[in-house]
């Protein structure tokens, strides 16, 4: 009798333990039909109402779950699946698997976003491709840009107020490796993307203002980091042609065909151009790509990737309004055609993530560049030296290493989850005859006025951390980056080695409330800086070597409705004295305290399952702090940008867009007695695939306005004239152009 009594206890007590079963850690990965991993999938139980996100190896680990809980998982681009738990989903992993569908906004819902400001990228990207890497900076909400040596000089960045030159204001990387060059020979913070081939970008995750513990230096206006695919869905090539003697080829090739845990592939590129000028810029660019993934059984990820660009190019410079005006030359026309340059770079990235225990996850890049740069121009003609001109040569070698390595830890603080971030990383740059040179044609060099070795090294550590009380995160961090800047000045007699160091901690506070499912708001606040040339922190003996930026954003996102999205900020930001060194002058000038306020608002709607409108604006306004009032604008700060358009998806075969851009009139120098005019510029593509031939067509400035891509305030003398005169000099925008394609996808 007692031993029936106490197997029926057992039976009991095994009963229970099955149908209510403690609470426990699920861990899954998310694929797509093709077996590759998902990342920023949404897993949410809707009994015990926990939740997470998948990994970029597609692996994720859900908390309070039991058998009996029914799992959702959802991804903007894919059929939501739920999942009611059993024993065998508790005692294995589990596995699920998406079915890719057409993208639907009302299916978005803020709060299951990862990033829900990045978020609005991928959805510019999936309605509206890209395939120039002008289009891939554009995909920027409220980033502008311009070219003005003959399209292979770095483009010139537009963001919340900032002329950004090349890159000073904001930090851009591609897979973790960083796109800016410090202590460049032309300027600091130097962004040629033009090794990135458009067609391999997957995301791009960004962010404005100086609100991020990951970003160091460069991050005061934003950062954007692009990550390009693990795997080509199809191979394809690519012809297009179009007027200007232009040409595009481009080949993307699956190297392993779908083989299960890797995948691997190549992509080319080639592009020539001559411009619409009357002296041709004889431009080519040569672009390689390839990488290759792999998954281990416990879906760590493994990433080995390698690039090379080379690019060569004529321009026929800025050029002075008077000249244009009084009919001398036409618009594109040159005083100097022999302007130009050649430049290359060649990347190695070795990217890798595991999970260390269920926990925690490492995610680490090593990375290796050599960047070759040759740059001439002519910016003043023969204000300098009335008989040879004032042609300037800019030229450096440089060897980049680095490395970047993040952990991630989750845990809960009594009942509040917690999530941890801390990171460390290094980079190291080396370059080798730095040099400004007055320079006659492209051959002969008239006089050294810079030559020298670089040697600057960033080490940095940061810590984040993310408090979820329900609604509401709170986000506290803390990043320190430290320096060393050497400088060989091979222009002294004697050997001389010149050094600094200095160290910068920047904190940053953020606040997050998910006051519904489609409202975030939040508060971000914080630090941070960009260094100043190596030659600089030594011209100036240590002063000023990292000024800071102090920044604050009060903004929301939100799904008014089931077919729009609207997000909007209002900002502020203030930068501290800097002195800024004048790679085409080689000298120091120090710019004194500045500030900017403004505000950002971007839509995005869609009407319906094949078209889809965006628009971002940005209304700013930038001052200096320590100059007299109507003396204190900001030379070519935009005060009003916006841009956006129409897309086509998938209407009976076809695709395409209409979209266009503005800048208002702003100032280009300091009084805004010179002008800056403003532009409006509308693009049209067109396509229509016939099976897996696709036919298209593009036309750039389809109304054929007469603008200005860049332009400078600037003090020039030509050689017929007695006085130097300053006033607007500018590079002509794009006319009326053309250009067919055809591709197959196999």
Request: no cysteine; charged share 20%; glycine share 8%.
């Amino acid at each position: 009798m007692k031993n029936s009594k106490f197997a029926l206890f057992l039976l009991v007590i095994a009963f229970f333990n099955n149908s209510f079963s403690f609470s426990q850690q699920i861990k899954g990965i998310v694929k797509n039909e093709l077996e590759q991993p998902l990342d920023a999938a949404y897993i949410y139980n809707l009994n015990s109402k926990s939740h997470a996100h998948s990994s970029e190896n597609g692996v994720f680990i859900i908390d309070n779950t039991k058998i009996g809980d029914s799992i959702r998982i959802g991804l903007l681009g894919y059929k939501n699946k739920t999942i009611l738990l059993d024993e065998q989903h508790i005692n294995s992993k589990l596995i699920v698997i998406l079915e890719e569908k057409l993208f639907q906004l009302d299916e978005m819902v803020i709060r299951e976003e990862l990033n829900a400001l990045s978020t609005i990228t991928r959805l510019d990207l999936q309605t509206s491709p890209v395939n120039s890497s002008q289009e891939v900076l554009r995909k920027v909400p409220g980033l502008i840009i311009g070219q003005h040596a003959g399209g292979g000089k770095a483009e010139q960045l537009f963001l919340r107020g900032f002329d950004i030159d090349h890159g000073t204001d904001v930090s851009i990387s591609v897979d973790g490796m960083p796109v800016n060059m410090v202590s460049h020979a032309h300027g600091q913070g130097y962004s040629d993307l033009h090794f990135l081939i458009p067609e391999t970008v997957n995301k791009i995750d960004f962010g404005k203002g100086p609100y991020y513990a990951k970003q160091g230096d460069f991050n005061t206006a934003g950062y954007v980091d692009f990550s390009t695919k693990d795997y080509l869905k199809e191979s394809q090539v690519l012809f297009s042609v179009g007027q200007f003697n232009s040409l595009r080829t481009l080949g993307m090739f699956d190297l392993l065909e779908k083989t299960k845990n890797q995948n691997a592939y190549m992509a080319v590129e080639y592009l020539s151009n001559d411009g619409p000028f009357e002296s041709p810029q004889n431009f080519n660019r040569l672009n390689l790509f390839g990488k290759y993934v792999m998954f281990s059984p416990e879906n760590d990820k493994l990433s080995l990737s390698a690039s090379h660009f080379t690019s060569r190019w004529d321009a026929s410079g800025q050029i002075p309004q008077r000249e244009v005006d009084n009919g001398n030359i036409s618009r594109f026309g040159a005083i100097d055609d022999t302007e130009g340059g050649t430049t290359q770079r060649t990347n190695f990235n070795v990217e890798y993530s595991k999970y260390v225990s269920n926990n925690t996850t490492l995610k680490t890049n090593a990375f290796y560049s050599h960047y070759e740069f040759e740059l001439y121009s002519n910016f003043t003609f023969f204000l300098e030296d009335p008989i040879n001109g004032d042609q300037i040569k800019q030229k450096e070698n440089r060897d980049i290493f680095g490395l970047n390595s993040n952990l991630t830890y989750n845990t809960y603080l009594g009942n509040t989850a917690v999530t941890l971030n801390s990171g460390l990383g290094f980079r190291h740059d080396i370059t080798k005859d730095t040099e400004l040179s007055k320079t006659l044609n492209r051959k002969t060099t008239l006089e050294n006025i810079q030559l020298g070795d670089i040697n600057q090294t960033n080490v940095n550590a940061y810590v984040n951390a993310e408090f979820e009380f329900g609604k509401l995160t709170i986000s506290p961090s803390l990043r320190l980056d430290y320096f060393k800047f050497l400088y060989n000045d091979k222009l002294q007699t004697n050997y001389t080695l010149l050094s600094e160091s200095k160290s910068i901690v920047s904190p940053k506070l953020n606040f997050f409330f998910n006051a519904k499912d489609n409202l975030q708001l939040y508060l971000k606040s914080g630090v941070g800086f960009h260094s100043n040339d190596t030659r600089v922190v030594l011209s100036n003996q240590g002063k000023d070597i990292l000024p800071k930026a102090y920044g604050l954003d009060f903004g929301n996102i939100w799904k008014p409705s089931s077919k729009l999205v609207i997000n909007s900020a209002v900002w502020y930001l203030f930068l501290e004295q800097e002195f800024v060194y004048v790679g085409d002058a080689g000298i120091v000038e120090p710019s004194g305290k500045t500030e900017r306020y403004g505000l950002d608002l971007g839509l995005r709607y869609q009407f319906n399952n094949w078209l889809f409108f965006d628009s971002d604006a940005t209304l700013t306004k930038a001052r200096s702090v320590d100059d007299l009032d109507g003396q204190n604008y900001i030379p070519l700060a935009p005060d009003f940008t916006i841009a956006g358009g129409l897309s086509v998806n998938n209407l009976n075969n076809f695709s395409g867009g209409l979209r266009y851009r503005y800048i208002d009139d702003r100032p280009a120098n300091e009084d805004n007695s010179i002008v800056a005019e403003g532009y409006f510029v509308t693009d049209i593509n067109l396509n229509y695939s016939i099976g897996n031939v696709t036919l298209g067509m593009v036309v750039e400035n389809l109304f054929d306005v007469a603008w200005n891509e860049t332009q400078f305030a600037t003090e020039s003398r030509l050689q017929n004239e007695t006085q130097p005169v300053e006033e607007i000099h500018f590079t002509p925008g794009t006319p009326f152009y053309i250009k067919g394609m055809l591709s197959y996808k196999f």
